[in-house]
């Protein structure tokens, strides 16, 4: 992967992704892609997201071995496992069953035993764990969830794709302060639409 040459530049970052086999994450239909920069499709209609986008959200996460971190939107599990190395525990919801049993296997086959994960409605968060002193959205809402807003610690950052469609969204950095929340835009991205409700997917 060429992430360096993209402007990738933490090495703490770039190491962790190297960490994880990103083939073990992806249909075997496209494991020769594996390594590709590109977003790949998983099943229930969602995606893997590109490696480059995993780099800048990682990057702008700004974790720290002694953090938790609340990931919305487990999906194949491979943000959770890049964030792993990176975090003391990474806590992760999906919607869909069968995405979410998929993405347990890999973390205990691959030994990373500080990710927890549980099936539910992301835009709630995991009101038990907070507050996060870091939350990383995948999929994008229209507008930041407010359980989300109220679940992050202050001083803490969450890192999101805002846009109600596919064409017109961007990653945005929010730091709750003391006083409030200040939003700053990174890029545009695409990334699947945040659904409301647990999917019935058995
Ligand atoms: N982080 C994932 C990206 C998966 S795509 C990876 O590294 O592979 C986004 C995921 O968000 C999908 O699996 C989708 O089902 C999930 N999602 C969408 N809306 C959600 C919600 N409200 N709660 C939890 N997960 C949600």
Redesign the pocket.
Same mark, same amino acid.
């Given at each position: 992967m060429e992430l360096r040459q993209e402007g990738i530049t933490d090495t703490r970052v770039l190491s962790a992704i190297e960490r994880v086999p990103r083939d073990r994450?992806v249909l075997p239909h496209f494991e020769d892609q594996a390594y590709a920069n590109t977003a790949l499709p998983?099943e $229930?209609g $969602?995606?893997?997201?590109q490696p480059y986008i #995993?780099a800048v959200m990682t990057s702008a996460l700004d974790v720290n071995d002694r953090m938790k971190v609340l990931?919305?939107?487990?999906?194949?599990?491979? $943000?959770?496992?890049?964030l792993a190395n990176l975090c003391r525990r990474v806590y992760?919801?999906?919607?869909?069953p069968s /995405?979410l049993r998929k993405?347990e296997k890999k973390f205990l086959e691959l030994n990373l035993h500080n990710v927890t994960s549980r099936l539910?409605?992301?835009?709630?968060g995991w009101p038990e764990q907070a507050p996060f002193p870091r939350i990383?959205v995948? &999929?994008a &809402?229209e507008e930041p !969830?407010q359980a989300l807003l109220k679940q992050l610690a202050v001083g803490g950052i969450m890192i999101l794709p805002i846009g109600s469609t596919l064409s017109n969204q961007d990653l945005v950095q929010i730091r709750r302060t003391d006083s409030g929340f200040e939003l700053a835009k990174i890029l545009p991205v695409r990334? #699947? !639409?945040? #659904? /409301?409700?647990? &999917?019935g997917d058995g």
């Open positions: 994450f998983i $229930q $969602q995606t893997i997201s #995993v990931e919305i939107g487990t999906g194949s599990g491979y $943000q959770a496992a890049v992760t919801v999906e919607r869909y /995405l993405a539910g409605d992301g835009s709630n990383i995948t &999929a &809402a !969830p990334f #699947v !639409p945040m #659904v /409301l409700g647990v &999917a």
